[in-house]
């Protein structure tokens, strides 16, 4: 074949992968300028057809052992993207799981994921409930290869990963670029923050006690006076259990993925966002409402060994806040809640068409 030919047959190559990779579109985030900066996947950039593509495999049981279960099963977008109102959810072969569905949203800032902080990222939270015996029960090899005989999939595959062979760690990402996209930061108090609207009287005075450690002391794990996540993203110990030994805790928690005794008893730190769809509380979900979970930082707290030392009425047993206090930090609280996340539709699931 003459050197011309060749020459240009590399450079039609070329430009046309070239092309495949330039006809992906970069998925435009909304205003956080009131979030901390959101990490970046430098190996995952979001796009909408990575997002799009996401969202199919979320909704999708084709992930389980009896394609019975999918991610959407568990995680509702009308409760966040929590199991709401369980406290525990079922898995694919109908066992309780023995700790309460988190919500899904703001995943993008989180350095650890799970109750116990288990996932380093958000790709490798994908990985977990696909493969557990106790939830979608599958090997991650077959799930692929179910995947790889649908034509509706390898086409998508085709366009969000060119050339690449369709495996777990592209299925992971491809999720991993939907949860991404679930973001929740269209409260009232995402309104306030932007200058839209005002809070009331009873508000103005919840979000004043929630950030006094004199009074809430909510301020050191969760956040809402300049980082609008509501969460430190941390791991504590909120003195739910009084163990006083550091094997006294019937679950070990954070402890558990860092072998490290003083992190027992300890759960990722939960963001103040959405408490109004997310019930029940906790990592066990023992609290039913969010009544319950203010009266138990009011007068219920107990002092265990790894109890986290920064909260300062620990020791006394709570905050004592009187009952007009507890009813403004539940108006402020309110102020949190994200109407417009769970009904947007680009979150929904594209399986079901609505009429």
Not at 275 to 285: F, K, S, V
Request: glycine fraction near 8%; charged fraction near 25%.
């Amino acid at each position: 074949m003459p050197k011309k030919i060749i020459v240009v047959s590399l450079l039609f190559i070329a430009l046309t992968g070239f092309k495949a990779e330039r006809s992906l579109h970069l998925y435009r985030f909304p205003d956080l300028r009131y979030f901390p900066s959101m990490p970046c996947a430098a190996d995952n950039q979001v796009t909408v057809e990575g997002a799009q593509l996401g969202r199919y495999l979320f909704y999708d049981p084709i992930l389980s052992k009896d394609n019975n279960l999918s991610c959407g099963s568990c995680h509702k977008q009308a409760n966040a993207f929590s199991d709401a109102p369980l406290s525990f959810s079922k898995g694919g072969n109908g066992v309780l799981q023995t700790r309460n569905t988190p919500p899904l949203f703001n995943l993008a800032w989180y350095p650890a994921l799970f109750w116990d902080g288990k996932a380093k990222s958000v790709e490798e939270q994908v990985f977990h409930p696909v493969r557990s015996s106790t939830e979608m029960q599958m090997d991650w090899k077959a799930v692929a290869e179910r995947i790889n005989k649908s034509a509706f999939y390898k086409a998508r595959f085709d366009i969000v990963f060119p050339g690449k062979p369709i495996d777990s760690v592209l299925i992971a990402k491809a999720i991993a670029q939907f949860e991404r996209t679930l973001i929740s930061c269209r409260s009232k108090y995402d309104s306030v923050l932007n200058g839209l609207v005002f809070f009331t009287r009873d508000e103005v005075d919840g979000f004043e006690i929630v950030n006094d450690m004199t009074r809430g002391d909510c301020l050191h794990c969760h956040t809402t006076d300049g980082d609008a996540l509501g969460t430190t993203l941390g791991f504590s110990n909120n003195g739910l259990d009084s163990a006083r030994t550091f094997t006294g805790y019937t679950d070990r928690g954070r402890g558990q993925v860092t072998g490290v005794v003083q992190d027992n008893g300890k759960f990722k730190i939960p963001s103040l966002r959405n408490l109004r769809y997310t019930a029940p509380y906790m990592h066990d979900g023992r609290f039913m409402t969010l009544e319950q979970v203010v009266d138990f930082y009011s007068e219920d707290v107990r002092e265990g060994i790894t109890t986290d030392s920064k909260m300062e009425f620990a020791h006394a047993g709570g905050s004592h806040l009187s009952a007009a206090d507890k009813r403004k930090v539940i108006a402020f609280l309110n102020t949190l809640n994200d109407d417009a996340f769970v009904t947007d539709t680009s979150f929904s699931n594209p399986f079901v068409v609505n009429k």
